[in-house]
């Protein structure tokens, strides 16, 4: 299992990143970072993380202001633009299935009745 994820992965990388490094190189390279993950523990995970985060949010923020010339606003009307009916239309279906869990503990007695487990076994049930 663990080669088939390091190939996809691998696979990936090379096609829509690095399309001229070697899959060979890739796939070295994560196996590589994931014994420095295993030896160096949580700390090395946790390391990593800020690094990337910081590196993630640092780019979130500069992009947009380099690319503020380029955005075409009406490729944003379909945010901009809120269709009220059909939105409470979505939610008058949606509420039916919220309606059994509001209800629920008004015919349940307090004690036979655990929210925790009625929330649980709703999502289960709607989620199959």
């Not at 990143?17 to 160096?40: A, D, K, N």
């Not at 380099?66 to 939610?91: E, R, T, W």
């Amino acid at each position: 299992m663990f080669a088939r994820d390091i190939r996809l992965t691998g696979d990936y990388i090379s096609i829509t990143l690095l399309e001229t490094t070697p899959i060979s190189i890739i796939v070295m390279s994560l196996m590589i970072m994931g014994v420095f993950i295993v030896r160096g523990g949580l700390g090395s995970l946790i390391g990593m993380t800020e690094l990337y985060v910081t590196l993630f949010l640092l780019n979130s923020v500069i992009v947009p202001f380099m690319l503020i010339q380029q955005v075409d606003m009406d490729n944003l009307m379909p945010y901009f633009h809120v269709d009220v009916a059909g939105v409470g239309k979505g939610s008058w279906y949606i509420f039916s299935f919220y309606g059994e869990m509001i209800a629920l503990p008004f015919v349940i007695k307090g004690s036979d009745f655990r929210f925790k487990s009625a929330l649980g076994e709703l999502s289960s049930r709607h989620c199959s």
